[in-house]
Nanobody
Framework: VQLQASGGGLVQPGGSLRLSCATS????????VGWVRQALGKEREGVSC????????YYGNSTKGRFTISRDNAKSAVYLQMNSLKPEDTAVYYC????????????????WGQGTLVTVSS
C-alpha cells in the first residue's frame, strides 16, 4: 500500500488549496481514505475521510463546511479541497487509509503517506 500526498504550500488566510493523494498497491474502493493533519507541537488530528461507496464519512468540526473530500477510483486518487483557510489550518497534512470504522482515530489507521505542508499566513 502506497499513499503519496501533494499540493501543499503557502496561502493567505481566506485562500484555497487542493491536496491530492495518489494511491497504489490496493483497490481504492475497498478502503476509507482520508486526511490527518499535525500542527507543530500538537497531536495528529483526523480531518476527513471518504469510504469506498464515495460517501464522505467524516469531517472534523474545525473544518466542516470549509473542506470537501472527494475520490476518483479510476485514477486511484483522493482529493481535499480546502477553502476559507485559516492560520490554524497550518499543519502537515498526511494521506492515510484504514477501515471506515477506525476513522478519525489516527492510531487506528493502517497506512500512511508522507506529509505535505500547508502554511496559512499573510
Amino acid at each position: 500500500v502506497q499513499l503519496q500526498a501533494s499540493g501543499g504550500g503557502l496561502v493567505q488566510p481566506g485562500g484555497s488549496l487542493r491536496l491530492s493523494c495518489a494511491t497504489s498497491g490496493f483497490t481504492l474502493k475497498y478502503y476509507a481514505v482520508g486526511w490527518v493533519r499535525q500542527a507543530l507541537g500538537k497531536e495528529r488530528e483526523g480531518v476527513s475521510c471518504i469510504d469506498g461507496f464515495d460517501v464522505a464519512t467524516y469531517y472534523g468540526n474545525s473544518t466542516k463546511g470549509r473542506f470537501t473530500i472527494s475520490r476518483d477510483n479510476a485514477k486511484s486518487a483522493v482529493y481535499l479541497q480546502m477553502n476559507s483557510l485559516k492560520p490554524e489550518d497550518t499543519a502537515v497534512y498526511y494521506c492515510a487509509a484504514g477501515p471506515t470504522e477506525n476513522w478519525p482515530r489516527p492510531d487506528r489507521l493502517d497506512s500512511w503517506g508522507q506529509g505535505t505542508l500547508v502554511t496559512v499566513s499573510s
